[in-house]
């Protein structure tokens, strides 16, 4: 079990970490513009499900396995970038004119928590952050590393679902807005494609891969 001074270091540096700037904000923003709060509000809960995948895999040891191999970081890190793209592509070719009222039939909640937790997933970046970020938090005299790793995940996934949704309330607010606007309404699915495509670009220029040397 971590220390309460543990707890609260990590929490901190959680904090400053989730805060910035990254895909998983831009993927709630673009479904909370494109959607409305409701949209944005699943697109933080999908996301951050995806994070306990992350939390569990790290305590099972695939981010160990991704570390060391750049054939399998190669390959989960170009599938989520070809995700996203698609995601991008077809909202850009999507048919302009739909009426505000319809957008959420169009994008059912089950859909976009399912691309959420998937766009987390496969987006390498998280798994090495945990791979790099927890063992500095971790302590071999607190007991099991696996139970450590656990607990940290869950102030992680805590934290970082709170600060999601109070981005996924302000860019709802944003979706409303655009919605008593039809003029701009139309544009709201391109502008979710540019932001979904930008999210590729952004995933597919994170450094690069060292695999440990053998």
């Known amino acids: 079990m971590p220390t ?5 270091s990590f929490a901190a540096a959680t ?3 989730v805060m910035l700037p990254g ?3 831009l993927y709630i ?3 909370g513009v494109s959607g409305g709060r409701r949209a944005a509000l699943a697109s933080a809960v999908g996301v951050e499900i995806g994070t306990l995948v992350h939390v569990v895999a790290a305590a099972m040891g695939l981010s160990a396995v991704l570390q060391s191999s750049a054939v399998a970081f190669s390959t989960i890190k170009y599938l989520g970038v070809a995700y996203l793209a698609y995601l991008g592509v077809k909202a850009l ?3 302009p004119g739909i009426e505000p009222g319809l957008v959420v039939a169009l994008q059912p909640t089950r859909r976009i928590l399912g691309r959420g937790l998937v766009v987390n997933v496969l987006n390498p970046k998280v798994s090495l952050f945990f791979l790099a970020f927890l063992p500095q938090f971790i302590d071999a005299d607190r007991g ?3 139970r450590q790793i656990l607990i940290l995940g869950a102030v992680f996934f805590v934290i970082a679902l709170s600060i999601d949704l109070i981005y996924a309330v302000g860019s709802g607010a944003v979706g409303r807005w ?3 606007r039809p003029r701009l309404f139309r544009q709201q699915e391109r502008s979710a494609g540019v932001v979904y495509l930008c999210l590729a670009g952004f ?3 994170q450094g690069g891969h060292q695999p440990a040397s053998t």
């Open 4 to 8: 309460y001074e543990t707890l609260l």
């Open 15 to 17: 904090i400053v970490l």
């Open 23 to 25: 895909p998983n904000l």
């Open 29 to 31: 923003l673009g479904n």
């Open 93 to 95: 070719r999507s048919k």
């Open 144 to 146: 099991s590393a696996t």
């Open 178 to 180: 655009l919605s008593r």
């Open 203 to 205: 995933a597919a220029t």
